[in-house]
């Protein structure tokens, strides 16, 4: 496992109907639900680290800070970008911005086109293990 700080990915998307407040029960209007934004920068996050952790080896999420600052309506493009900015043992930080897909002739990182930003904190973990525990809970005594 070789994390550094730096290693980033993106994901985009295009805001379809069920990626709404409205289908997700966050909202009642027809633009992109922040729990989907969320799931894009989870993402992306996974994606920045994925090709440096051995095959047996996952990331879990622990932590997240997200300021939803723009509407997207169905049908606008989105680009969402996360960036390792911290590696502590097995704990990774990541920052992210989502930003409104770039026309052609407008700059892609002007405020007006921040949709949102926030933090993402994931652990390294074994699958294995993960898996096991969650499949096979400790009893009580």
């Known amino acids: 496992m070789l994390l550094v700080v ?5 994901v985009r998307a295009v805001v379809s109907e069920s990626d709404t407040a409205a289908a997700l ?3 009642d209007v027809p633009v992109l639900g922040t729990p989907r934004l969320l799931a894009l920068a989870e993402a992306a996050a996974v994606a ?5 952790l ?3 080896e996952i990331t879990v999420g ?3 800070t997200l300021e939803h600052r723009r509407a997207s309506p169905v049908g606008s493009g989105l ?5 390792l900015t911290e590696v502590d043992g097995r704990r ?9 897909e770039e026309s052609p002739g407008q700059p892609g990182d ?7 930003a926030g933090t993402i904190e994931r652990v390294v973990i074994s699958r294995e293990r993960f898996l096991a525990r969650a499949t096979h809970p400790p009893t009580a005594h």
Not at 79 to 83: L, N
Not at 110 to 116: A, I, M, N, Q, R
Request: hydrophobic residues 50%; glycine residues 10%; aromatic residues 4%.
């Open 92 to 100: 990774l930080v990541f920052s992210f911005i989502a930003l409104r």
């Open 6 to 10: 730096g290693l980033n990915a993106s």
């Open 25 to 27: 029960g966050s909202g």
């Open 79 to 83: 680009v969402v970008e996360a960036e």
């Open 48 to 52: 920045a680290v994925a090709a440096q």
């Open 110 to 116: 002007s405020d007006e086109h921040v949709l949102g």
């Open 54 to 56: 051995a095959p047996d």
């Open 62 to 64: 622990t932590s997240v």
